[in-house]
Each structure stands twice: as structure tokens, then as C-alpha cells.
């Protein structure tokens, strides 16, 4: 029950060993294991669904930076009397180590929460031993650029106490479950944004064990959209003496992951140019290495600028006056089109106050829209007055703007007029007399 209120009070506790350069990282985490397989002890879950039971995930040795400040760190205290029933689980994180996992110890000063989330994984050999075990945990943080999927494998206990009740698993003195992480997969953003025509990378990486799981890695990345996958590169290639040995299949054209990223790094990042609209959704890093697979989920938006320009820069009011603002060829659709006008004697502009009407949006082969407004100009404004539209769409930083100015009246019709009615009085008086 300490444990409990311990690791429930804060998402996570680190202590630090400044020497060693490594740390222990605490974090909560959810087991969810399929209700009905295990319906033992678990809490939350309801019949055949899946459980949610609490659990406790202890990193054990994560690599930390030099620029590190462990002073706020605090020790992990295993419970004094091991409680078979709490899911306690530890993993040590040295080879392979976790990318990027400063950001998993800043995350609590930050106060950002990390999900973690662990489930009971089955490679696809049935296993022999029963006190092996396998869990996936993949790992997020909100609002941050950072994702990890870890496979971790039990390890012998030695004088195991006592089993764990739910798990089935030996137990080590303090009442753990003892693991070590066998494979990473991740990548250092969530979703990627690039420009329609162009270039983009969508990172995925992996890193194993010092000896190798299996001779050869296979990735495989697809794309899922609106409900519809499909697959966009396949690649399997032996991870040692690999020249020339890769097995390639880009089902995109102009496609492709490095070879030599793949196993002299475990970089399987994924290369796209001339981006289409089609090319958006979700992308899934798939990463085999003999019996083990994980994962990984990138988002790619496909944006293109809007083209903006107006039906007249120079506007002569002799009455009332469309005014056309042309939104052209951007993507995705959420354009925004507003209208100001600054008078003559005025510092700042304001929101106009007229009849504008939007056309319906306009959709391209290429997948691109175009919109435009139309703003009424009553002809009783005053010459000087700048009109603008202004466009605000996700593609831009700051919203594009456009203006108009209205014309004084042209004074050759002035005169053209006065002079048409003096003559047209003088004719009259000349009629009268
Ligand atoms: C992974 O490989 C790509 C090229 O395929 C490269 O642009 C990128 O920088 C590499 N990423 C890392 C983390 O090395």
C-alpha cells in the first residue's frame, strides 16, 4: 500500500548515481491484458474486455546527459515487505538504451504527463519456460516530441521469494518483476508536416540487443487513411555483411529507406519526394527482427500555401462595387477569409462592415482548393480608404493580407459633368427668354 501512494503522488521519481551517469526513472503505468486470458486479480476491467491494472515500471540505469542536473533526484525504495499482488516492474535499459531519454526525465518537472502503457507480448515460438515472460511498453508524452515502443524479457531470478499473483511470474526479493529491454523501436517527432510537391522524411528507428535477435531485420512502413491502409515500403536485409543484400520493395514511387541506415544504425527512416495530397495520414514503422516486432505511429500532414490576390487594387467608386478576394491551390481546405478597411484619417483598421459573401470551395485534380470572397463596396466610402482581405490558413505563420485602395474621383469626369450642366443651364435660359 506505501508503494501505492508513493508512485501514485507523482508520475514518476528518479534518483541519480552522477558517477555512473545513469538514473532510475519510476513510472506509472497501466498493464492491459486481455480480460479474458487472465481474469485473475486485475481491477478496471470488466468481463471479456481487456483489464487496466496499475502498475509500476522502474527504468533502471537510463543513460543521462552530462548537462544533467541529478540533484532533484530521489532513490527508488523497493517496499521493505514485497506485495505479490502490485505489478513491480524493472527493467534495465542499458544495451539497448532508450533514445532521447532526457526528455523522459525532464518531463516531470515539466509537468508533463508520461503515458505508459505495458501489455503481456507472445513472439510467435510458443514459450517453453514458464517463469519467461515478454512485455511490450510503449511509452508517450504529452506534448512532446518523443515516442518509444520496448520489448523486455524477463530474466532469471535468483532465489525467486514468491511468485506474482496475476502474472504467474518469480519474484525477486523486493517483490519485482525482473526485466531487461531486448529491442527499441522509435522516432523523435509525432507527426511531420511538409509542403505538397516536395520532400520529406518520416523518422523511425531501432536499436537490439548486443547479440543480435535474429540475422536479418525486416521494416515495413504503411499509411492509413480515412479507414483505408496500404503499403508503402517493404525492406528486409541481413543485419551483418548486408551489401547489396537488401531486399527492396517501394510500392510508392519515389520511396525509399537507406540500406546502410538500417544496419549500420538502425535509422529505417522513411524518404517521400513529390508529396501529394494522397500521400497524408498515418504512418506505421513496423520493425521485425526474427520473433519480435514493434512499432511505431507518425502522422504526415500535406500542406501547400494559398496563392492570394485580389479582383482590383485601384477601386473608382461610381456605385456600388464587387470587390473579389482569390484564395488559390492550398491544402488542407480550413482557409480563412477575413475583410478590413483603414480610412484615410485612420491609424488603425478595422473589421469592415459590409456584405461579404464566400463562394463554395473549388477542388483541383491535384487535390488543392481554391475559395474566394465576395465583398460589396457601397460607393459612398471615402477616396483613401484601404480595403484588405486577409487570409489566415494553417500553412501560414502570419495570415497573407492583400489591400485595395479607393480612388478619388477622376477629375476629367468632374469637370466633364460641370461643364455638360453649365451648358445644359445656359441652353435653358436661352430656350426661356
Ligand atoms: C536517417 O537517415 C536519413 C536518410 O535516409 C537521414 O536524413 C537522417 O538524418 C537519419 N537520421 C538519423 C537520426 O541519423
Known amino acids: ?15 541519480g548515481d552522477e558517477a555512473a551517469g545513469v538514473a532510475d526513472l519510476v513510472l506509472s503505468c497501466v498493464l492491459v491484458e486481455d480480460g479474458a486470458a487472465h481474469g485473475g486479480t486485475g481491477g478496471g476491467g470488466g468481463g471479456g474486455g481487456f483489464s487496466r491494472t496499475p502498475a509500476t515500471l522502474v527504468l533502471k540505469d537510463v543513460s543521462v546527459g552530462p548537462d544533467q542536473s541529478l540533484e532533484m533526484l530521489t532513490p527508488f525504495i523497493p517496499a521493505s515487505e514485497p506485495d505479490p499482488e502490485l505489478v513491480l516492474i524493472e ?13 523522459l526525465l525532464h518531463a516531470d518537472c515539466n509537468g508533463q504527463e508520461v503515458t505508459c502503457e505495458m501489455s503481456r507480448y507472445s513472439p510467435n515460438d510458443a514459450l517453453k519456460n514458464p517463469d519467461q515472460a515478454f512485455f511490450m511498453v510503449s511509452l508517450h508524452i504529452e ?38 529491454v531486448i529491442m527499441v523501436v522509435h522516432s523523435d517527432v509525432r507527426s511531420v508536416t511538409a509542403p505538397l510537391k516536395g520532400d520529406v522524411l518520416v523518422p523511425c528507428g531501432f536499436k537490439q540487443q548486443d547479440s543480435p535477435l535474429a540475422p536479418d531485420v525486416h521494416i515495413e512502413w504503411r499509411v492509413q487513411h480515412r479507414g483505408k491502409g496500404r503499403k508503402v515500403f517493404e525492406m528486409k536485409t541481413p543485419l551483418e555483411d548486408a551489401e547489396g543484400k537488401a531486399e527492396i520493395l517501394a510500392e510508392r514511387s519515389d520511396s525509399s529507406v537507406s540500406a546502410e541506415g538500417v544496419v549500420s544504425e538502425g535509422n529505417a527512416s522513411l524518404s517521400m519526394s513529390r508529396l501529394k495530397v494522397a500521400d497524408e495520414g498515418t504512418y506505421i514503422c ?42 488559390s491551390k492550398f491544402y488542407p481546405l480550413d482557409a480563412q477569409i477575413e475583410w478590413y478597411s483603414r480610412g484615410p484619417e485612420d491609424t488603425e483598421r478595422v473589421v469592415f462592415s459590409g456584405k461579404a459573401s464566400l463562394s463554395g470551395h473549388r477542388r483541383h485534380g491535384d487535390g488543392t482548393f481554391s475559395l474566394s470572397s465576395h465583398l460589396t463596396v457601397p460607393h459612398t466610402i471615402a477616396p483613401g480608404t484601404e480595403i484588405t482581405c486577409v487570409v489566415s490558413h494553417p500553412a501560414l505563420d502570419t495570415p497573407h493580407s492583400e489591400t485595395a485602395t479607393v480612388k478619388s474621383p477622376e477629375p476629367d469626369s468632374y469637370w466633364w459633368v460641370l461643364g455638360f450642366l453649365i451648358i445644359t443651364v445656359l441652353f435653358f435660359l436661352q430656350v426661356m427668354k
Open 1 to 15: 500500500m506505501f508503494l501505492v501512494i508513493l508512485f501514485g503522488f507523482s508520475v514518476m521519481r528518479v534518483y
Open 91 to 103: 527493467a534495465t535499459v542499458s544495451k539497448p538504451d532508450i533514445p532521447n531519454s532526457d526528455v
Open 143 to 180: 506534448g512532446v516530441d518523443f515516442s518509444t515502443s520496448l520489448i523486455l524479457q524477463t530474466v532469471k531470478v535468483e532465489q525467486p521469494a514468491q511468485r506474482h499473483i496475476q502474472l504467474g511470474l518469480p519474484l525477486s526479493q523486493s517483490g519485482t518483476v525482473q526485466t531487461e
Open 286 to 327: 513496423t520493425v521485425t527482427i526474427g520473433q519480435f516486432h514493434a512499432q511505431q505511429v507518425i502522422q504526415l500532414n500535406v500542406i501547400q500555401l494559398p496563392e492570394v490576390s485580389l479582383s482590383d487594387y485601384r477601386l473608382a467608386l461610381k456605385s456600388d462595387t464587387t470587390l473579389s478576394c482569390h484564395s
